[in-house]
């Protein structure tokens, strides 16, 4: 109630600008978000933390080799095309899903359109899968 002007103030006029702002917001972030489509092999590096990386419009299997694990790397695959996509391992890493563990230099793959997974390194030398996967994926 508005005193002032005698009136009524109704809430949801009070409440759509801290809306509208948060709408904002979360399209802001979602724009931000980054997916690589790569057709052939490809170092990922470092800038590519936290981005989505597919072989969208590949004609063969993709390989992309991890970069060292160092704590705080998290990277995003996702299965366009019905080709491997592998993510390989460097030197002595090796990559966990579940009780499996791939050998040192080991890969995981998978051909399957809609497979998704997340590596995500937790200390040097091992990368895991914190839960967020879809489709079965083979480690080697």
């Known amino acids: 109630y508005s005193a002032a002007?005698?009136?009524?103030?109704?809430a949801k006029y009070l409440l759509k600008?801290?809306?509208?702002?948060v709408l904002n917001l979360i399209a802001k972030a979602y724009a931000e978000e980054t997916t690589l489509d790569k057709t052939?092999?490809?170092?990922?590096?470092?800038?590519?933390?936290?981005?989505?990386?597919?072989?969208?419009?590949?004609?063969?299997?993709?390989?992309?080799?991890?970069?060292a694990a160092t704590a705080g790397k998290e990277f995003h695959f996702y299965v366009a095309?019905?080709?491997?996509?592998?993510?390989?391992a460097?030197?002595?890493?090796?990559?966990?899903?579940g009780a499996?563990?791939?050998?040192?230099?080991?890969?995981?793959?998978?051909?399957?359109?809609g497979s998704f997974i997340t590596l995500r390194c937790l200390h040097a030398g091992l990368w895991i899968c914190p839960g967020r996967l879809m489709g079965a994926w083979t480690v080697v």
Do not use: C, H, W
């Open 81 to 88: 095309a019905a080709f491997n996509l592998r993510m390989l």
């Open 5 to 10: 002007n005698n009136r009524r103030i109704d």
């Open 90 to 97: 460097v030197g002595t890493d090796t990559i966990r899903l």
């Open 17 to 21: 600008p801290i809306q509208d702002e």
């Open 40 to 67: 052939a092999a490809y170092p990922v590096v470092a800038a590519d933390n936290k981005k989505t990386i597919t072989n969208n419009g590949a004609g063969a299997q993709v390989i992309l080799t991890l970069p």
């Open 100 to 113: 499996t563990v791939s050998a040192a230099a080991g890969y995981v793959e998978n051909a399957v359109i």
